[in-house]
């Protein structure tokens, strides 16, 4: 129940295209949901988050929506660009007890 | 610019050599956590300091030990290190329990 299930394990998209990540959970105890964007031999930075009681976060070209009845959320970067070439990792926190149950990731690579 | 720095950024130790590893933040946050990461997995959380207060991970091997003598330090001391404990090792700050973590750049292990 502490899961948090992520789709797909890796992804490619061409430019310009949209590349959307999924996430799942069932803890409806989880109040804060986190992404991440780790680069190669770096630490993870933190994205954009978004908490239940929104829909949709939008920051730039990165969008998180949020499906609160299905216990799902997911990642739009919109216009991909070949910097945008990662690890996403989403996550989830109870707000109390703080630890992040991360997702188990997706290797995200946008080909020029 | 507010962050966290993590010392050295490689480390290579030989097996059963003990090694620590160095964790400081300019953020003043009150928790600061260790995370061991292997290859295509996301972060696992090795311990945790609440303030002074220590939190250790169920499955966290007595191998690994942690001390936080004030706000902006913290450091990961493993006893004897063996083949398994190679790894990047993040170091996370967050206000609270339950907010947004903050990593630092990570210190990549290798055991000879």
């Known amino acids: 129940q502490q899961q948090v299930k992520q789709s797909p394990q890796s992804l490619i998209v061409q430019k310009g295209g949209i590349s959307i990540i999924n996430c799942a959970y069932e803890?409806?105890?989880?109040?804060?949901f986190p992404w991440y964007q780790q680069f190669p031999g770096k630490g993870p930075a933190l994205l954009i988050a978004?908490?239940?009681?929104?829909s949709e976060k939008k920051e730039g070209r990165f969008t998180i929506s949020f499906n609160k009845s299905a216990k799902q959320f997911s990642l739009h970067i919109m216009d991909s660009q070949p910097g945008d070439s990662a690890t996403y990792f989403c996550?989830?926190?109870?707000?109390?007890?703080?630890?992040?149950?991360f997702g188990q990731g997706t290797e995200l690579s946008v080909k020029p | 610019d507010a962050m966290v720095i993590q010392n050295p950024r490689y480390q290579v130790t030989q097996f059963g050599k003990p090694v620590t590893l160095s964790c400081s933040q300019t953020?003043?946050?009150?928790?600061m956590y260790w995370y061991q990461q292997k290859s295509s997995q996301a972060p696992k959380l090795l311990f945790h300091?609440?303030?002074?207060?220590?939190?250790n991970e169920a499955d966290t091997p007595d191998n690994f030990q942690s001390r936080r003598p004030n706000t902006s330090f913290c450091f990961l001391d493993i006893r004897s290190p063996g083949l398994g404990d190679a790894a990047m090792y993040l170091c996370?700050?967050?206000?609270?329990?339950?907010?947004?973590?903050?990593f630092g750049p990570g210190t990549r292990l290798t055991v000879l």
């Open positions: 996370a700050t967050s206000s609270w329990r339950g907010q947004e973590q903050y």
């Open positions: 803890n409806t105890a989880f109040d804060y």
């Open positions: 978004i908490r239940p009681d929104v």
């Open positions: 996550a989830a926190i109870v707000n109390q007890g703080g630890k992040l149950i």
């Open positions: 953020l003043n946050h009150n928790v």
């Open positions: 300091y609440y303030d002074k207060d220590f939190n």
